[in-house]
C-alpha cells in the first residue's frame, strides 16, 4: 500500500472539512468507538427523494450503522443499519421498515443502494445488484439542515453515538442523489459502470470532516 493517511492520533479530534476526490480510496475504521465518524457536508436542506449507494467490507456480525442523516426534528431522516446475523437492512425515513432475508456476509465487499420517494413513500435496497422489496416509509419530505454521518448511528441530531452500533471496516464509493435512480442506473453502479456522481455527496468531489481515528487509504484491488 502507498501512502496512508491519518488524521489522529490516540486522541479524539476532529479535522477541517475537506474536498477531495476519493477515486480509488476507502475510509477505514479501523476499531470499535462512541466517537470515530466522518461528517458529509452538504448545503441542501430539502429532499423530496433520496438515493444513497456506498460500499463496505466489515467482519462484523453485530448491528452496525453505515450512513446515518439526522435533521433537527428526525433523528432518523435517512438510516441504513444493518443486523447481519439476521440477515436484515433497516432503512429509516422517521420510521422506516424491516428488510428481511437480505444475506450480506462478513469479510465480502458488498455495494449497497438504498432509494426513497415522498410522492409514493416506499423505500427499496439493492444489495449486490439484486432488488429487494419495496416497502412504505412516509410521504413527508426530509427538511431541515441535515448531519449526514458514516459509521456511526445518531441517537440525537449530531450525537449520541453508542459503540455497540458503530462501523468497523471499510466503506468507499459513497455517492448520495435526490432523486430516485431508475433500476439501469442503480445495476451501471453495481457493476463499477459509468453513472452520473451524486448531486448531494459525490465521492470524486467529498466534502467531508473526519473525528477521531478514521484513516483514508487505496482502495484493495477485490474491491
Given at each position: 500500500?502507498?501512502?496512508?493517511?491519518l488524521f489522529t492520533a490516540l486522541m479524539i479530534s476532529t479535522c477541517c472539512a475537506v474536498t477531495q476526490?476519493?477515486?480509488?480510496?476507502?475510509?477505514?475504521?479501523?476499531?470499535?468507538?462512541?466517537?470515530?465518524?466522518?461528517?458529509?457536508?452538504?448545503?441542501?436542506?430539502?429532499?423530496?427523494?433520496?438515493?444513497?449507494?456506498?460500499?463496505?467490507?466489515?467482519?462484523?456480525?453485530?448491528?452496525?450503522?453505515?450512513?446515518?442523516?439526522?435533521?433537527?426534528?428526525?433523528?432518523?431522516?435517512?438510516?441504513?443499519?444493518?443486523?447481519?446475523?439476521?440477515?436484515?437492512?433497516?432503512?429509516?425515513?422517521?420510521?422506516?421498515?424491516?428488510?428481511?432475508?437480505?444475506?450480506?456476509?462478513?469479510?465480502?465487499?458488498?455495494?449497497?443502494?438504498?432509494?426513497?420517494?415522498?410522492?409514493?413513500?416506499?423505500?427499496?435496497?439493492?444489495?449486490?445488484?439484486?432488488?429487494?422489496?419495496?416497502?412504505?416509509?412516509?410521504?413527508?419530505?426530509?427538511?431541515?439542515?441535515?448531519?449526514?454521518?458514516?459509521?456511526q448511528e445518531q441517537d440525537s441530531y449530531g450525537g449520541r453515538f453508542d459503540t455497540a452500533q458503530s462501523?468497523?471496516?471499510?466503506?468507499?464509493?459513497?455517492?448520495?442523489?435526490?432523486?430516485?435512480?431508475?433500476?439501469?442506473?442503480?445495476?451501471?453502479?453495481?457493476?463499477?459502470?459509468?453513472?452520473?456522481?451524486?448531486?448531494?455527496?459525490?465521492?470524486?468531489?467529498?466534502?467531508?470532516?473526519?473525528?477521531?481515528?478514521?484513516?483514508?487509504?487505496?482502495?484493495?484491488?477485490?474491491?
Amino acid at each position: 500500500m502507498e501512502k496512508l493517511f491519518l488524521f489522529t492520533a490516540l486522541m479524539i479530534s476532529t479535522c477541517c472539512a475537506v474536498t477531495q476526490d476519493l477515486s480509488g480510496k476507502v475510509f477505514v475504521f479501523p476499531k470499535e468507538t462512541n466517537t470515530d465518524h466522518v461528517k458529509l457536508l452538504t448545503t441542501r436542506s430539502t429532499f423530496y427523494n433520496v438515493t444513497v449507494c456506498l460500499r463496505f467490507l466489515t467482519d462484523l456480525n453485530r448491528d452496525y450503522s453505515l450512513f446515518s442523516m439526522s435533521t433537527p426534528t428526525v433523528e432518523n431522516a435517512f438510516l441504513i443499519y444493518g443486523e447481519p446475523a439476521n440477515h436484515v437492512f433497516h432503512v429509516n425515513s422517521g420510521s422506516g421498515p424491516t428488510f428481511h432475508a437480505v444475506p450480506f456476509p462478513q469479510n465480502t465487499w458488498h455495494s449497497l443502494c438504498s432509494t426513497w420517494g415522498h410522492g409514493s413513500g416506499v423505500a427499496q435496497i439493492w444489495l449486490n445488484g439484486k432488488p429487494y422489496v419495496k416497502k412504505f416509509v412516509t410521504n413527508q419530505p426530509i427538511s431541515g439542515k441535515p448531519i449526514s454521518i458514516l459509521g456511526q448511528e445518531q441517537d440525537s441530531y449530531g450525537g449520541r453515538f453508542d459503540t455497540a452500533q458503530s462501523f468497523v471496516g471499510m466503506i468507499s464509493d459513497v455517492h448520495m442523489w435526490d432523486q430516485v435512480l431508475t433500476p439501469t442506473e442503480i445495476k451501471s453502479y453495481m457493476n463499477h459502470k459509468h453513472v452520473t456522481p451524486g448531486n448531494v455527496f459525490n465521492w470524486r468531489s467529498l466534502q467531508y470532516e473526519i473525528t477521531g481515528q478514521v484513516l483514508v487509504d487505496d482502495a484493495p484491488d477485490d474491491m
